[in-house]
């Protein structure tokens, strides 16, 4: 079943359910800011004082970062992240493909809004699969006469029970950016999280594997090999407007990316699809 719905401002995105899952997605981004296979907890995490209003990423879900992860390498007036999850993306279709599967796709075009951002013509096309399995594939297409690069990210936020009884499986021996220490490092072991975390890792062999207290999630990519680890305990969480002082305990930032060294050019007419897979 699929629903049209509206926040009272007026803040447009579908719902969507079946026999195995159900799922919001705002037509803003194409940002998905809920989804929760059915019987069971929401998967992905989702701000109590998000914002829903035209401009301003969602705080949760799976924000779509792109054609820049980060800030922009030279330009640091330009929105962190890129543009593609503070602009208004076409609803292309809903295919309720079986009655345990659904796939909604959307659609972002250059426009003379983007081209004043990032002077290239493309087509980004998301499709997210509402099913016991969550899949979740953005498609770069370059239209251009000119060959472009792109860092992006699945920012996918997971809801946890305890940030101190959590875990990330896969990355030992993975190499990874330390983004507070601006420093490159060596994963030693599970990821805990007691601090704040912000990592970019180099060389991912997927999947990764979330233990929380009650469930382990596993993410799989394709059309990547590098992965983001986020939280930003205690002091962060509490300078910024959209999460409560106490968010960070029932967060974890699991990101699916194309980064830093990881970033993909475009040729002309070529296309690129960085898809993560969440079971
Ligand atoms: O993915 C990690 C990160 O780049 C952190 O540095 C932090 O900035 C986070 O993204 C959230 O960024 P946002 O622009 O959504 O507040």
Same mark, same amino acid.
């Given at each position: 079943m699929?629903?049209?719905?509206?926040? #009272?401002n007026g803040f447009e995105y579908i719902e969507v359910s079946n026999k195995s899952a159900r799922a919001k997605i705002a037509l803003q981004g194409a940002h998905l800011f809920h989804y929760e296979q059915q $019987?069971?907890?929401? /998967?992905?995490?989702? @701000? &109590?004082?998000?914002?829903?209003v035209a401009g301003k990423a969602i705080r949760g $879900?799976?924000?779509i970062c792109w054609p820049w992860f980060g800030k922009h390498k030279t330009e640091s @007036? /330009?929105?962190?992240?890129?543009?593609?999850?503070?602009f208004f993306w076409e609803l292309l279709g809903v295919n309720e493909t079986d009655e345990n599967s659904t796939e909604v796709s959307l659609q972002l075009k250059n426009s003379a809004e983007s081209l004043k951002l990032w002077p290239y013509r493309f087509e980004l096309l998301?499709? =997210?699969? =509402?099913?016991?399995?969550?899949s979740i594939a953005l498609t770069t297409k370059n239209c251009d006469e000119k060959a472009f690069e792109i860092t992006s990210a699945l920012h996918n936020y997971f809801a946890v029970a305890n940030i101190n009884s959590v875990y990330v499986e896969g990355l030992d021996k993975t190499r990874y950016f330390d983004a507070l220490k601006k420093e490159n490092k060596i994963q030693r072991g599970n990821i805990y999280i007691s601090e704040e975390v912000d990592r970019?890792?180099? &060389?991912?062999?997927?999947? #990764?594997?979330?233990? !929380?207290? !009650?469930?382990? =999630?596993?993410?799989?990519? &394709?059309? @990547?090999?590098?992965? =983001?680890v986020w939280n930003p305990w205690i002091d962060k969480c509490a300078g910024m407007s959209d999460m409560k002082d106490d968010a960070y305990k029932t967060m974890l930032c699991i990101e699916t990316t194309n980064a830093l060294e990881d970033g993909r050019i475009l040729q002309p007419d070529e296309e690129h699809t960085l898809t993560a897979v969440i079971s």
């Open positions: 699929t629903k049209y719905k509206k926040f #009272l $019987g069971k907890k929401p /998967l992905l995490w989702l @701000s &109590e004082t998000s914002f829903f $879900g799976v924000p @007036s /330009l929105p962190q992240h890129g543009f593609a999850r503070i998301l499709r =997210v699969t =509402v099913a016991r399995t969550l970019v890792y180099q &060389e991912v062999r997927n999947p #990764l594997t979330l233990h !929380d207290q !009650d469930r382990t =999630v596993h993410i799989g990519a &394709e059309g @990547s090999s590098s992965a =983001v």
